[in-house]
T-cell receptor
Framework: GAVVSQHPSRVICKSGTSVKIECRSLDFQATTMFWYRQFPKQSLMLMATSNEGSKATYEQGVEKDKFLINHASLTLSTLTVTSAHPEDSSFYICSARVGGGTYEQYFGPGTRLTVT | AQSVTQLDSHVSVSEGTPVLLRCNYSSSYSPSLFWYVQHPNKGLQLLLKYTSAATLVKGINGFEAEFKKSETSFHLTKPSAHMSDAAEYFC????????????FGGGTRLMVKP
């Protein structure tokens, strides 16, 4: 149980284009999902927290107009990197948290984004 | 605010020898503590967690960690390293308040020599 998937696992896009990454909780409903970014050989940094049906909360320094987050259902959150640039190349990892007083986060396998 | 410090960015051991990955935390509240492992280009796998029950926590793959409040430490150990243990390890703290956000340590890369 508690499986989180991400799609795609790898994506290469040209500078200036937009890319959408999906995060799905496969066997549970996630009231809250989190998006992290990981640069090579570095730790995970929280980008934003999304709650189903409401606007995402972005961490300081994360551009909300560049990293669009939608959490339209209890099993799906999407991260869209708009007008991507090479410096957006990174490993993006989502996690999902079950509600109802349980605070465990379950992590997806990550998406490697390369912007050329 | 909470923070997590992993004292070693790299640890190298020989196969069959003990592993020690060090982690210290700071927190104003009662924390939950986790160790995750990440293999190259993979997501995070939970090794073990401490959530205010027994201070010695046993996890998967022979790993264990001991919560020492007086030392604000949560070091990860394994008696005998295996080649497949080579990976990045993250110590993570969660403060048990309304936010319940995770704070990650900087990570420790474990290398296992044959």
């Amino acid at each position: 149980g508690a499986v989180v998937s991400q799609h795609p696992s790898r994506v290469i896009c040209k500078s200036g284009t937009s890319v959408k990454i999906e995060c799905r909780s496969l066997d549970f409903q996630a009231t809250t999902m989190f998006w992290y970014r990981q640069f090579p050989k570095q730790s995970l940094m929280l980008m934003a927290t999304s709650n189903e049906g409401s606007k995402a909360t972005y961490e300081q320094g994360v551009e909300k107009d560049k990293f669009l987050i939608n959490h339209a259902s209890l099993t799906l959150s999407t991260l869209t990197v708009t007008s991507a640039h090479p410096e957006d190349s990174s490993f993006y990892i989502c996690s999902a948290r079950v509600g109802g007083g349980t605070y465990e986060q379950y992590f997806g396998p990550g998406t490697r984004l390369t912007v050329t | 605010a909470q923070s997590v410090t992993q004292l070693d960015s790299h640890v190298s051991v020989s196969e069959g020898t003990p592993v020690l990955l060090r982690c210290n935390y700071s927190s104003s509240y009662s924390p939950s503590l986790f160790w995750y492992v990440q293999h190259p280009n993979k997501g995070l796998q939970l090794l073990l967690k401490y959530t205010s029950a027994a201070t010695l926590v046993k996890g998967i793959n022979g790993f264990e960690a001991e919560f020492k409040k007086s030392e604000t430490s949560f070091h990860l150990t394994k008696p005998s390293a295996h080649m497949s243990d080579a990976a990045e390890y993250f110590c993570v703290v969660r403060i048990n308040n309304a936010g319940n956000m995770l704070t990650f340590g900087g990570g420790t890369r474990l290398m296992v020599k044959p």
